[in-house]
């Protein structure tokens, strides 16, 4: 089990920025993706940014340039820097693991085996 918390989200205006965080408990596997979702009302979940065991990372392309994910292997802690934010950015937020995968896969959301609750994130225009 790798529990996940979310927290950091919040309402901000168009422009604004917001910086999510993720603590992950339990242990740490050698090889693993780490990463952030989103899902919309009426919108499947899609995936906003990630990060392996390696430090790749990778970026959907609504966000790149704007969003940085990173990690901080010493607290277990995974992190999603938003900043000039989109009134489209507005969703739901979710940190999830998938243990045994890195690279390509990591984009993906069948890999990924382990779920926060989720914290909300809306941006007004």
């Known amino acids: 089990q790798v529990p996940l918390v979310e927290s950091g989200g919040g309402s901000v205006q168009a422009g604004g920025s917001l910086r999510l965080s993720c603590a992950a408990s339990g242990y740490t596997p050698s090889t693993y993706c780490m990463g952030w979702f989103r899902q919309a009302p009426g919108k499947e979940r899609e995936g906003v940014a990630s990060?392996?065991?390696?430090?790749?990372?990778s970026y959907a392309d609504s966000v790149q340039g704007r969003f940085t994910i990173s990690q901080d292997n010493a607290k277990n802690t995974l992190s999603l820097e938003m900043n000039s934010l989109k009134p489209e950015d507005t969703a739901m937020y979710y940190c999830?693991?998938?243990?045994?995968?890195?690279?390509?896969?990591?984009?993906?959301?069948?890999?990924?085996?382990?779920w926060g609750q989720g914290t909300q994130v809306t941006v007004s225009s």
């Open positions: 999830a693991a998938a243990v045994g995968f890195s690279g390509s896969r990591c984009s993906q959301v069948w890999p990924y085996n382990y």
């Open positions: 990060i392996d065991n390696y430090g790749t990372t």
